[in-house]
């Protein structure tokens, strides 16, 4: 009977705290002209049937005020709870603001009203709100008077949800096997989440609740899959069994705070809808994209009008609501403007039964140059074209049909051994001029031992893509010697680069694509890191320094390796140790790399340097379990800096010590998600199967700081049993200690939460 009073009173409370902002106040002074700005809120003078009015009967609710008023955003402002049947008119009379029930409306009998205006109701000036107005009535004998207290989160930062809307439901009424109780039931309460994301429900009755929430984007206080966010929790609530939480008031910002009994993890939820598709579209020449409104998709089959289906590879994104279709060009083969064909997708009904969904494209697509032959990316179908005439017959130069190509490279061939020729000739006048040869001497073209056809054959070689698969030493010396002969139009691979500027040793390096890359010859990229060379007395060199000569570094080259993406066709993984405190040169010749669609790259040079050692630090964060009785499960652990940005991530799957190295000094967070099934990766809920979000956890030192400073040159050891963090993240509304039992009033007064 202690919690039953104690709730009772907790929620007398809550509701004088509720009201009294408006009704204990001094007196305001109207501001002269000139004078500081309004910032004071409407005063609540009167209200007819009073506040708290039992036995309701009443037809119109009238509030009056000290000033003219208006109203703004009713729909999403204003909650009536439990929802009514009609939605009562709610407008302005001079200074007041008058509630009337439609004559059709029936309200329920014994049944406690509570209507919260959030931030609606502003004086006419400025715009200032009367924040915090709730009306309550019942038309039975009695107010309810029980309260629960509660936190709404992101399921993936952990961040609090501001203004979302937490609904109650009569858990004796779910009993389904698949969760429709968010579309079925009847709504018993209804209340929303301030800025720090915790809720009050008051007026509630003594029986148990199921608890939802949602982020409602519309205002229509009803769950709208694949737009809202929800939360769900299998426990079902009463607020005479849970433990009592604090309240106190912040006069200032006019808000009434509350420690959470309960925490809501919130997500997207996609599975509640029949799978379908949501766009199809042509992205680039060889690449259509499929979105669907659900995960997991399975694309059984995929048919071009034009293309065979061997030469169609399909990739799916990580969670499969994503399907690519990537034509393969690289032999050249004409892929029209326009590109026809259908695919089928194993698709879901309204039962949750597979089904297969065949479903049918036209998409059209044009190659977009610019004057010197360059792809745009776009559909140049979407844009005028604003070519030059000259421009336009550039075209020609640039055609993709069928033997275009091999035209294209005779014409480079013929211009580069023309080009050849007149060097040779130029270096034998000068020769002659300098009287290091004889006048009647003859020039010899092609040179001696090599037939002009066979030079012709090797030079228009070193320019086919089959050529990046040969890995003879002595073919790829010679291919590095006529790099300069890729055929310029060709060169449409274009990687972008990560990281880049100054990293870690032990960063991550890779390189994405527009398409995806087939062939690397990786015998020919080249890692080198330069460094300083040792400099003493007698190897000090005066004519660099008077001279302005630019000193030579020491070169190394590093091994490396590439590895594809599991999670994308797009992305390469770059491997190759790194030390601290060096420069590095990163180059990729032209004609080194080949992807999807037939293209080569061109030459490519990067350059970016490792972190000193003097200038970074580390944590050691050491797991432990202190409860040798219980089982701990695997662990995502985050390290994040204070802007929330992932720095590195670990698995944590035992007891030990783990490293985040090469730290930049600055403040940083250490956040754990709890992963049940081992999966490494962070599951959403599933509203229909009742499945919740996996649970997130942010550590906080002993001073209560979520963030760990770094210093240069030192190392931040920190000890974290994740068992021990998750128990006090989520402690059980039930699990009752004598000491946790606070007076009422303290509760009040407190500003904190006990640690």
């Known amino acids: 009977m202690h919690k039953y009073k104690y709730s009772k009173l907790s929620y007398i409370l809550v509701t004088l705290l509720f009201t009294s902002a408006l009704f204990v106040r001094c007196a305001r002074p109207a501001a002269p002209v000139g004078g500081p700005k309004d910032t004071i809120a409407p005063e609540l003078i009167s209200v007819f049937p009073a506040n708290f009015t039992t036995n309701f009967k009443a037809k119109e609710i009238v509030l009056s005020f000290n000033e ?77 008077s029980y309260a629960v207290s509660g936190k709404v989160i992101d399921a993936i930062s952990g961040d609090s949800i501001f203004n979302a809307v937490v609904l109650f439901f009569d858990a004796a009424a779910d009993s389904l096997a698949l969760d429709s109780t968010l579309f079925k039931a009847k709504k018993l309460s209804i209340t929303r989440t301030d800025s720090s994301g915790v809720f009050i429900a008051t007026n509630l009755k003594p029986l148990d609740y199921k608890i939802y929430a949602i982020k409602d984007e519309n205002g229509n206080k009803e769950y709208e899959p694949g737009t809202d966010k929800v939360s769900l ?90 399907v690519n279709f990537w034509i393969d060009a690289r032999n ?83 211009n580069r051994l023309r080009k050849a020729f007149k060097n040779a ?19 010899v073209w ?64 890779w390189f994405t694509s527009d398409y995806p890359v087939t062939t690397i010859d990786s015998a020919r990229i080249i890692l080198k890191m330069l460094t300083e060379p040792k400099k003493t007395e007698d190897s000090f060199d005066l004519d660099a320094v008077e001279m302005k000569k630019e000193v030579k570094k020491d070169t190394t080259l590093i091994p490396l390796s590439f590895n594809l993406n599991k999670r994308s066709l797009l992305k390469w993984e770059v491997n190759a140790k790194l030390e601290p405190d060096a420069n590095y040169e990163l180059m990729f010749p032209s004609c080194s790399m080949e992807d999807l669609a037939g293209n080569v ?87 229909i199967n009742r499945i919740e979000s996996e649970r997130i956890a942010n550590f906080t030192t002993k001073e209560g700081t979520p963030l760990i400073v770094i210093e240069k040159t030192k190392e931040a050891i920190v000890e974290i049993d994740p ?23 303290e509760a009040i007064l407190t500003d904190e939460e006990d640690n």
Request: hydrophobic content about 35%; aromatic content about 8%.
């Open 68 to 144: 003219y008023l208006q109203l703004k955003d009713v729909q999403k402002e204003v909650l009536i709870s439990p929802p009514m049947g009609i939605m009562p008119q709610i407008g302005i009379k001079g200074r007041s603001i008058e509630i009337k029930f439609p004559k059709e409306l029936v309200l329920e009998p014994n049944t406690t009203y509570k209507i919260d205006f959030g931030r609606a109701i502003t004086d006419n000036n400025e715009g200032n709100p009367a924040v915090r107005y709730k009306y309550v009535f019942s038309t039975g004998d009695s107010i309810e």
């Open 233 to 322: 929790s299998n426990l079902k609530y009463n607020p005479t069994e849970l433990l009592p939480f604090k309240i106190w008031n912040d006069p200032i910002n006019k808000q009434l705070y509350a420690s959470p009994q309960i925490e809501q993890r919130m997500f997207m939820e996609k599975t509640n809808i029949p799978q379908g598709v949501n766009d199809v579209k042509r992205l680039q020449q060889y690449q259509v994209q499929a979105t669907f409104n659900r995960s997991n998709v399975k694309v059984d089959s995929i048919l071009f009008d034009s293309v065979k289906s061997n030469k169609v590879v399909i990739e799916y994104n990580f969670t499969r609501d994503t």
């Open 601 to 687: 790259n061109d030459s490519l040079l990067i350059k970016f340097k490792t972190m000193k050692v003097e200038e970074i630090g580390k944590m050691t964060v050491h797991i432990v379990k202190k409860d040798s009785s219980r089982s701990m499960p695997q662990y995502i652990m985050n390290l994040a800096d204070s802007t929330n940005k992932i720095i590195d991530v670990i698995i944590v799957r035992d007891t030990g010590r783990y490293t985040f190295n090469y730290l930049s000094p600055k403040k940083y967070k250490v956040r754990f998600y709890e992963d049940l099934n081992a999966n490494d990766s962070l599951d959403m809920g599933n509203l």
């Open 446 to 509: 092609p040179p001696i031992n090599q037939d002009s056809l066979n030079h012709a054959m090797k030079l228009k070689d070193s320019l086919a893509l089959d050529s990046l698969a040969m890995d003879s030493l002595k073919l790829l010396s010679s291919r590095r010697k006529l790099d300069s002969l890729c055929m310029d139009t060709l060169r449409d691979l274009k990687i972008t680069f990560k990281p880049t500027g100054t990293i870690s040793p032990l960063a991550k390096m």
């Open 425 to 443: 000739l130029r270096i034998h006048k000068k020769q002659i001029k300098q009287g290091l040869i004889a006048r009647d001497s003859v020039l």
């Open 332 to 414: 050249k083969k004409h892929v029209p403007d326009s590109l026809n064909g259908r695919f089928v997708y194993i698709g879901i009904d309204t039962l949750g039964k597979p089904t297969p969904v065949s479903h049918p494209f036209q998409l059209y697509f044009k190659v977009k140059r610019d004057a010197s032959g360059n792809i745009i990316k776009g559909n140049g179908a979407d844009e005028k074209d604003a070519r030059t005439i000259l421009q336009k017959l550039s075209d020609k130069m640039y055609d993709w049909s069928e033997g275009a190509i091999d035209r294209k490279i005779d014409r480079i061939v013929r």
């Open 723 to 745: 068992l021990n963090l998750f128990d006090k993240s989520y402690p059980s509304p039930y699990s009752k200690k004598e000491e946790e039992i606070i007076e009422p009033k």
